[in-house]
């Protein structure tokens, strides 16, 4: 008979609530992004000599918050905690232990979650008045901010597929987004390293000042818990 460890966890199948809410959360913020492109075409904000300072300063930040996301998702609370233990960090374990799984992940699965998530800052960014260069500024930093986090998952998909369609290695081998051999350094032990996913551009850095392993002690300090207590418990069921 089949050993039950031959088999590797996978990701849990979507019903019909999850796909809805899926599918809703990604036109949602599909439509908001585009109501953000055209309010600031149409404020000019574009035309600012701060403007690409603002958007790049928004992409890094993106790619920094996809780290520390990941780094927390991967690091603390339960899989097994109400509510939000199956349904959000259980995919984390999932892609830990089988990494594999998530290449059978639809785009709409694979991406609504970051959809949901970037809901509440595009709305953040329309509703901020413009008349001021401030003003401006901040809607576009928080529209610019969700336009390069949107794909989070998407690049992060990409990053794990042998052969990733031909413009997306072009992006990949220059560095404009996660590359295959950056990406494959978090899934080596001990798991510690390169947690940033929205463009990668974020990980040479934190690594050199041991940002995640830093912030690791002070949460460990201050709450007692040990850093991926919940995922060797996990990992020890396969
Ligand atoms: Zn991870
Ligand atoms: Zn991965």
């Known amino acids: 008979m089949e050993s039950p460890a031959a088999h590797l966890p996978e990701h849990d199948s979507i019903g019909v609530l999850t796909r809805g ?30 403007a690409p300072l603002v958007i790049l300063a928004a992409a890094f930040g993106a790619d920094f918050v996809s780290g520390l996301v990941h780094w927390t998702a ?25 990494p594999e799984d998530f290449l059978r992940r639809d785009p709409i699965d694979c991406n609504a979650d970051v959809a949901m998530l970037n809901i509440p800052i595009l709305t953040a960014a329309l509703l901020t008045p413009v008349m001021t260069e401030a003003g401006g ?3 576009l930093a928080l529209a610019a901010f969700a336009a ?21 290695g072009w992006l ?8 295959i051999e950056e990406h494959a350094r978090h899934h080596q032990e001990p798991y510690v390293a390169n947690y940033c996913i929205a463009t990668g551009w974020c ?3 934190l690594s050199s000042v041991n940002f995640f392993p830093a912030c690791e002690r002070l949460v460990s300090w201050i709450s007692g818990v040990e850093p991926r207590a919940d995922e060797k418990v996990f990992q020890d069921q396969w």
């Open 21 to 50: 809410i899926e599918v809703c959360s990604i036109l949602a913020a599909l439509a908001l992004l585009a109501a953000n492109l055209v309010r600031i075409s149409a404020e000019g904000l574009l035309g600012h000599w701060w």
């Open 172 to 179: 990949q081998r220059r560095g404009l987004i996660l590359s």
């Open 74 to 98: 991967d690091t603390w609370f339960s899989e097994t905690m109400p509510v939000l233990g199956r349904r959000f960090l259980r995919p984390f374990r999932v892609h830990h232990v089988n």
């Open 148 to 168: 390069v986090s949107l794909p989070t998952n998407q690049v992060h998909q990409w990053a794990h597929m042998p052969v990733p369609p031909a413009p997306v």
């Open 137 to 139: 500024a901040l809607s």
């Open 203 to 205: 990980n040479r850095w």
